[in-house]
């Protein structure tokens, strides 16, 4: 990867930093956010090292080992305390350096998603190990670069003397949802004071957007086995009680509100035609606005799978996996953080990184330069509004916890989406990195901000105060669900995951090169 070093130099150099006229108190240029910056552009191949060691390494949610491992490793050498197993998760862990207010929280994510692996580059499905996960949401660079962030900020407060504690919050399964709402069940964020934290996309900026709030559930049904032919009146099918809800739901989305999403898989169905399926297994996630309108839903839900249990004479079994309300946006949190994206800038993608990019967009029928983003969002200084579409993200319960802020990073090609293989392809390729490399700054610029001038809290907190006041009171939607297991949330053992990095080995970053602490 180091033969991208003089692109990534040369597409940094028509960085400009630019002072708003309008920022008095945050979003201007200080020493301690120029050493910051520099720390970050100082440690470009760090980044990148790590972040196509993690693609290299793509691991299902609770399973990521080696992304978690490599992460910590290189927060312990930077002089980060790490607590690992958190919240009842193996892969989960905190990095904390610092001491006193205010405490200044960071998130990581690293897991992967299932049977997406994919060549690096390629702009046709080529998988590298079949059936293997492949990074198709940016969460290989999401963590790196959210611990680059927080050592770059270390590094400033060591440098300055600026008291204040952070945070990195090692969070895994964020693609079933887990665990960051497990960390909010366990009070993970209760002593912090903001939570800072970014996603890969397609443009650059402040991420003032909601998000629809989903419950993730499991629904399993217990029948008899008998032969098919010889004697089907003495078997009970676990498959038909399943067919029968699924159509229930079906019929059901004729009723629901249209922002409603309700989507399933048929997990287990059986295993031979001639033999009555004694044991069935779909899985739900359904999602809404807001989370009470989720609570109705699933309650009808439940019914129906009560329903279709009676009709099948057989036993339903109702598994809770977790449970994310909306992502509560914080106005004042945005605009300290849009005036730090406007002060740095967007991502300045080159000539080359067009090049690269078109071959992409034109998969999606896209023709139109530029072919990747290089300016910021137009945040908009107004109330926010609820999704009506669109994902679910776990830290919306961190959101209505703590305020908190989201960034976003133009990583890939326009009309990319999440979850597809050209999004894997183009996760590992340096348009991704020179992103994460400018998001980093400005979650970095935006937290000693807030170091400097904890002022800034009251207003924050004014605003959060303010939503739950009007939108609460909310509630941990986890509070009775046990910690899912890697099988419960997959269907799989661990073990039985194909292994990428068997036949595509890539070595461990060199940290002792790559990491320079001064």
């Keep these: ?137 940016g969460h290989n660079y999401f963590g790196t670069a959210s611990a680059i962030a927080g050592m770059a900020v270390k590094h400033a407060m060591e440098r300055h003397n600026i008291p204040g504690t952070l945070r990195l919050y090692g969070t895994p399964a964020e693609e079933t949802l887990v665990g960051k709402a497990f960390f909010a069940k366990y009070g993970i964020y209760d002593n912090d004071d903001v939570v800072i934290s970014w996603h890969p996309g397609q443009v650059s900026g402040v991420n003032y957007n909601s998000s629809l709030a989903m419950d993730n559930f499991k629904v399993r049904y217990r029948g008899i086995s008998a032969h098919a032919a010889s004697n089907p009146w003495d078997g009970r099918s676990a498959l038909d ?79 809770k996996i977790t449970g994310v309300w909306q992502y509560l946006p914080n106005r004042a949190f945005a605009r300290i953080g849009h005036a730090n994206v406007e002060l740095i800038g967007g991502t300045p993608h080159c000539e080359e990184h067009q090049r690269i990019a078109e071959e992409f967009a034109r998969t999606w029928g896209i023709t139109e330069y530029p072919f990747i983003n290089t300016g910021i969002t137009n945040w908009v200084d107004e109330p926010f509004t609820w999704a009506t579409g669109g994902g679910s993200i776990d830290e919306a319960n961190t959101s209505w916890i703590v305020p908190m802020i989201r960034f976003s990073a133009a990583n890939v090609a326009r009309g990319t989406p999440g979850h597809s293989w050209q999004r894997v392809a183009q996760d590992v390729l340096e348009p991704a990195y020179l992103g994460s490399q400018v998001v980093a700054k400005y979650m970095a610029a935006t937290a000693l901000d807030i170091l400097m001038n904890p002022a800034l809290l009251e207003e924050i907190w004014d605003d959060h105060r303010d939503s739950l006041e009007r939108f609460g009171p909310y509630f941990c939607p986890v509070a009775d669900v046990p910690v899912p297991s890697f099988e419960l949330m997959h269907g799989v053992t661990e073990a039985s995951v194909p292994r990428q990095w068997e036949v595509a080995p890539y070595p461990y970053p060199d940290f002792d090169t790559l990491l320079r602490i001064y």
């Design 241 to 319: 009680a399943v067919e029968l809800f699924n159509i229930s739901m079906n019929f059901m989305r004729e009723h629901v509100r249209p922002e409603t999403r309700i989507h399933y898989v048929i997990t287990n169905g059986g295993s031979a035609p001639n033999v009555v399926p004694p044991f069935a297994e779909v899985w739900y996630f359904v999602r809404a606005p807001q989370y009470h309108m989720v609570q109705d839903l699933v309650d009808r839900a439940r019914r129906a799978a009560e329903g279709a249990a009676l009709m099948t004479d057989t036993e339903m079994e109702f598994i």
């Design 1 to 137: 990867m180091r033969r991208f070093m003089l692109l990534s130099v040369l597409c940094l150099s028509v960085l400009i930093f630019v002072v708003p006229a309008n920022a008095v108190e945050y979003g201007t240029m200080t020493p301690p956010k120029e050493d910051a910056l520099q720390f970050i552009d100082d440690h470009a191949d760090l980044m990148r090292e790590v972040s196509t060691y993690i693609w290299h390494h793509p691991e299902l949610g609770l399973g990521e080992h080696y992304s978690s491992a490599v992460l910590i490793d290189m927060l312990q050498r930077a002089g980060f305390t790490v607590e690992t197993g958190v919240a009842g998760m193996d892969t989960a862990f905190i990095a904390t350096w610092g001491s006193g207010k205010p405490y200044i929280g960071f998130h990581l994510e690293y897991d992967a998603l299932p049977e997406l692996s994919q060549v690096a580059g390629s702009t046709t499905r080529e998988m590298i190990v079949p059936g293997a996960p492949g990074h198709g949401c």
